[in-house]
């Protein structure tokens, strides 16, 4: 089993900057990648960023690209998104998740665990 927690949401004005962590503890050894998405309210889950475990390639929606970066720690099975500039419809529950296979396409929610979420909302 693998335990997922999230941290760091909260409410910023527009064109400030937050940073989301996710530390997964139990049987991580298998770690393909991690992802992170969102869902905001009335609309399905998005992918926002996804960063392969062992060579640390990014992915990024082409809403975020530019503003948001992926990082790993890997000694701390930790996976963080630095979002900057925010923006209102940034806003929504953001979800980091886990992946032990290969999978092709990182940006389909196809992913093994999931954590809580966290509440990020933009507004002035």
């Known amino acids: 089993q693998v335990k997922m927690v999230e941290s760091g949401g909260g409410w910023v004005e527009p064109g400030t900057s937050l940073r989301l962590s996710c530390a997964a503890s139990g049987r991580t050894f298998s770690t393909y990648a991690m992802g992170w998405f969102r869902q905001a309210p009335g609309l399905e889950r998005e992918f926002v960023a996804a960063i392969h475990w062992n060579d640390g390639n990014t992915y990024y929606s082409d809403s975020v690209k530019g503003r948001f970066t992926i990082s790993r720690d890997n000694a701390q099975n930790t996976v963080y998104l630095q979002m900057n500039s925010l923006k209102p419809e940034d806003t929504a529950v953001y979800y980091c998740?886990?992946?032990?296979?290969?999978?092709?396409?990182?940006?389909?929610?196809?992913?093994?665990?999931w954590g809580q979420g966290t509440q990020v909302t933009v507004s002035s």
């Open positions: 998740a886990l992946r032990f296979g290969y999978l092709s396409d990182l940006r389909l929610p196809q992913y093994d665990y």
